[in-house]
């Protein structure tokens, strides 16, 4: 429940005329947790005119019909849109604020000063040509159920007016643009034609709309569609002599981590935790690996080399996986599984009243094996929480049989930890009764995924897959996956790792398949900074939760633990552990608002 009025921009005036002005220290918005609430409402709202795009997909729907053209003028008004908030913001006294509201007041401010750095100094808009795919939010406002369909479609027909305008100034601000990025962008660009092509038009048949105007509406998709191929073929024949490296340099990515990351630590420090972690993880597999051996390989000889002692235990424990028609069932039957062994153990307190819903994937997501979360937008709160499950139907034996190894026995049950139960899905039920919108809105990825990657240990730690050895060294391969995207992450944008390094760091003390690490290696090359949230926010849990036992003493619950984390919202673990580790403080996050 959000007790909050939000978006009522009228009240911000009685704000003015009700705060009282002392002498010198100029206009003042107030200092205490109501006229923060207000100065908040009034700044989403600001930010939305200015980026209906982001406003769509976080599920505030007043501007779905507009796209604005990424022009030098329109860019000036965003950073103008960020001084004014940052000044506005430092007017308020932060540390008079509730514990929920010192957080917002955190996020806004970093934010804004994010802002203002990627428009003066990252200037991804002149070498990311993948920044300017517009396909997502069109996607979004077709595939959503906020609003009745004809009324999205008509917004959908106004917002490609501005596309023609849109892809001529992106034309005029790429230079030299960053090679992988531009063939990233062609991919997509392409990959995305569809919705415009099919995926609007057959939305119109199931929707009350007079022919005439049904036939304007599909002009326009096809003539979208033509820009956008257009827009694909001046990138593919763009002259580019010099671009741009991929590489981001320390002093970017050091900045990109303060603002996207919000940790306390520098990259360097989490870094160098990762190649520590990875040392750990590697002693324990060996450890286990020579348990488990005579049980596998009888009095077969043990390699040597203790990286391949682990990488023939793991490649025989990877037999044991579901056949691919089984998959999808296999994955819904992990769910209800999950939910009662939560229960069992009394781990945290899971919202009945929200159930996820486990569902084949969707056709327009097709092409994505696996399994996946679908939320609604952060403001979207009635929208269901969707399990995605793709199917194998129709793979190739071998690449369907590489799959399921991967995703075996042992690990599938991991993932559904991770998406699901007590992972992203639980933390996002969580979030949603957090009590203000920003943290929502300005969610952070170190504590989400952060997050899931802690469920897998805390479950592990309690006795989930009855203590097996099996299931601890396919947890630490899986493990390793996020340890080893930090040190990938820094080591390719930071340290100029070469490609073949970080293949061998992948296959080699990963344990990947060859196919997944060079899938990882080009993630690594159109991304930066993302891959350090898995670890980042890991290793800022568990030391947090050490923290707090230290402070609790004998009156530490592991479940007061997990949901006091839990209900401040996707804020940052240093502003979490800030509130939680307070004198005094054994209240919740969701105490203020
Ligand atoms: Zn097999
Ligand atoms: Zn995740």
Request: net charge positive.
């Given at each position: 429940?959000?007790?909050?009025?939000?978006?009522?921009?009228?009240?911000?005036?009685?704000?003015?005329?009700?705060?009282?002005?002392?002498?010198?220290?100029?206009?003042?918005?107030?200092?205490?947790?109501?006229?923060?609430?207000?100065?908040?409402?009034?700044?989403?709202?600001?930010?939305?005119?200015?980026?209906?795009?982001?406003?769509?997909?976080?599920?505030?729907?007043?501007?779905?019909?507009?796209?604005?053209?990424?022009?030098?003028?329109?860019?000036?008004?965003m950073l103008d849109f960020a001084k004014k908030a940052l000044?506005?913001?430092?007017?308020?006294?932060?540390?008079?604020?509730?514990?929920?509201?010192?957080?917002?007041?955190?996020?806004?401010?970093?934010?804004m000063?994010?802002t203002e750095?990627?428009?003066?100094?990252?200037?991804?808009?002149?070498?990311?040509?993948?920044?300017?795919?517009?396909?997502?939010?069109?996607?979004?406002?077709?595939?959503?159920?906020?609003?009745?369909?004809?009324?999205?479609?008509?917004?959908?027909?106004?917002?490609?007016?501005?596309?023609?305008?849109?892809?001529?100034?992106?034309?005029?601000?790429?230079?030299?643009?960053?090679?992988?990025?531009?063939?990233?962008?062609?991919?997509?660009?392409?990959?995305?034609?569809?919705?415009?092509?099919?995926?609007?038009?057959?939305?119109?048949?199931?929707?009350?709309?007079?022919?005439?105007?049904?036939?304007?509406?599909?002009?326009?998709?096809?003539?979208?569609?033509?820009?956008?191929?257009?827009?694909?073929?001046?990138?593919?024949?763009?002259?580019?002599?010099?671009?741009?490296?991929?590489?981001?340099?320390?002093?970017?990515?050091?900045?990109?981590?303060?603002?996207?990351?919000?940790?306390?630590?520098?990259?360097?420090?989490?870094?160098?935790?990762?190649?520590?972690?990875?040392?750990?993880?590697?002693?324990?597999?060996?450890?286990?690996?020579?348990?488990?051996?005579?049980?596998?390989?009888?009095?077969?000889?043990?390699?040597?080399?203790?990286?391949?002692?682990?990488?023939?235990?793991?490649?025989?424990?990877?037999?044991?996986?579901?056949?691919?028609?089984?998959?999808?069932?296999?994955?819904?039957?992990?769910?209800?599984?999950?939910?009662?062994?939560?229960?069992?153990?009394?781990?945290?307190?899971?919202?009945?009243?929200?159930?996820?819903?486990?569902?084949?994937?969707?056709?327009?997501?097709?092409?994505?094996?696996?399994?996946?979360?679908?939320?609604?937008?952060?403001?979207?709160?009635?929208?269901?929480?969707?399990?995605?499950?793709?199917?194998?139907?129709?793979?190739?034996?071998?690449?369907?049989?590489?799959?399921?190894?991967?995703?075996?026995?042992?690990?599938?049950?991991?993932?559904?930890?991770?998406?699901?139960?007590?992972?992203?899905?639980?933390?996002?039920?969580?979030?949603?009764?957090?009590?203000?919108?920003?943290?929502?809105?300005?969610?952070?990825?170190?504590?989400?995924?952060?997050?899931?990657?802690?469920?897998?240990?805390?479950?592990?730690?309690?006795?989930?897959?009855?203590?097996?050895?099996?299931?601890?060294?396919?947890?630490?391969?899986?493990?390793?996956?996020?340890?080893?995207?930090?040190?990938?992450?820094?080591?390719?944008?930071?340290?100029?790792?070469?490609?073949?390094?970080?293949?061998?760091?992948?296959?080699?003390?990963?344990?990947?398949?060859?196919?997944?690490?060079?899938?990882?290696?080009?993630?690594?090359?159109?991304?930066?900074?993302?891959?350090?949230?898995?670890?980042?926010?890991?290793?800022?849990?568990?030391?947090?939760?050490?923290?707090?036992?230290?402070?609790?003493?004998?009156?530490?619950?592991?479940?007061?633990?997990?949901?006091?984390?839990?209900?401040?919202?996707?804020?940052?673990?240093?502003?979490?552990?800030?509130?939680?580790?307070?004198?005094?403080?054994?209240?919740?996050?969701?105490?203020?608002?």
């Amino acid at each position: 429940m959000i007790k909050k009025i939000l978006y009522t921009g009228f009240i911000i005036t009685a704000v003015f005329t009700a705060c009282k002005k002392d002498g010198n220290a100029g206009p003042q918005l107030g200092k205490d947790d109501a006229s923060f609430t207000i100065y908040e409402n009034s700044f989403l709202e600001g930010l939305w005119k200015l980026d209906p795009d982001w406003a769509t997909t976080s599920g505030f729907h007043k501007y779905d019909s507009l796209l604005v053209v990424p022009s030098d003028k329109n860019r000036d008004k965003m950073l103008d849109f960020a001084k004014k908030a940052l000044d506005s913001i430092s007017r308020f006294e932060v540390t008079t604020l509730n514990d929920a509201n010192k957080i917002d007041y955190h996020l806004m401010q970093n934010q804004m000063e994010m802002t203002e750095w990627k428009i003066q100094v990252l200037k991804s808009y002149q070498w990311n040509p993948a920044a300017y795919n517009i396909t997502g939010t069109f996607a979004y406002i077709l595939n959503g159920h906020y609003a009745p369909l004809a009324g999205r479609l008509r917004n959908f027909y106004q917002k490609m007016a501005a596309v023609a305008d849109y892809y001529k100034e992106a034309e005029k601000q790429i230079k030299n643009p960053v090679a992988e990025l531009t063939g990233l962008a062609v991919d997509q660009h392409l990959g995305g034609l569809g919705v415009f092509e099919k995926d609007f038009a057959d939305s119109l048949k199931k929707a009350n709309i007079p022919q005439a105007e049904q036939k304007q509406m599909l002009d326009r998709a096809h003539t979208t569609a033509e820009t956008i191929k257009a827009f694909t073929e001046w990138l593919k024949n763009l002259k580019n002599d010099h671009p741009h490296s991929f590489r981001l340099g320390r002093d970017l990515y050091e900045a990109k981590f303060k603002y996207e990351i919000q940790s306390e630590v520098t990259p360097q420090q989490m870094y160098n935790a990762a190649v520590e972690r990875k040392k750990t993880i590697h002693r324990e597999m060996t450890q286990i690996s020579k348990k488990l051996w005579p049980k596998y390989f009888g009095t077969k000889p043990m390699p040597a080399d203790s990286l391949d002692l682990i990488a023939q235990v793991i490649d025989t424990l990877s037999s044991k996986h579901v056949q691919p028609d089984e998959f999808q069932s296999a994955i819904a039957n992990e769910i209800p599984k999950l939910t009662a062994f939560v229960k069992s153990k009394d781990l945290l307190t899971l919202d009945a009243s929200k159930p996820l819903i486990v569902r084949k994937e969707p056709g327009y997501m097709a092409g994505v094996a696996g399994a996946s979360m679908s939320s609604p937008g952060p403001l979207d709160k009635t929208g269901n929480s969707y399990f995605n499950v793709g199917s194998l139907n129709g793979w190739a034996p071998a690449k369907a049989e590489s799959y399921l190894r991967e995703y075996n026995q042992y690990i599938l049950q991991i993932l559904c930890i991770h998406e699901a139960v007590p992972g992203h899905y639980v933390q996002l039920v969580y979030a949603n009764n957090a009590p203000s919108p920003i943290k929502s809105v300005f969610g952070n990825t170190a504590m989400i995924e952060g997050w899931a990657v802690y469920c897998e240990q805390m479950m592990l730690d309690n006795g989930f897959g009855g203590d097996a050895p099996e299931m601890r060294l396919m947890w630490y391969k899986w493990h390793l996956r996020s340890v080893c995207n930090t040190i990938l992450d820094y080591g390719v944008h930071v340290q100029n790792m070469a490609k073949q390094d970080g293949l061998t760091l992948l296959t080699r003390e990963a344990f990947q398949q060859p196919a997944e690490a060079e899938g990882k290696w080009k993630r690594v090359t159109v991304s930066s900074v993302q891959l350090d949230s898995y670890f980042t926010g890991y290793k800022e849990i568990m030391d947090l939760r050490e923290a707090y036992k230290k402070k609790m003493g004998d009156k530490y619950k592991l479940k007061d633990f997990n949901e006091k984390f839990l209900s401040y919202g996707s804020a940052p673990v240093r502003y979490i552990k800030e509130a939680m580790l307070a004198k005094g403080n054994s209240g919740s996050g969701s105490s203020g608002g």
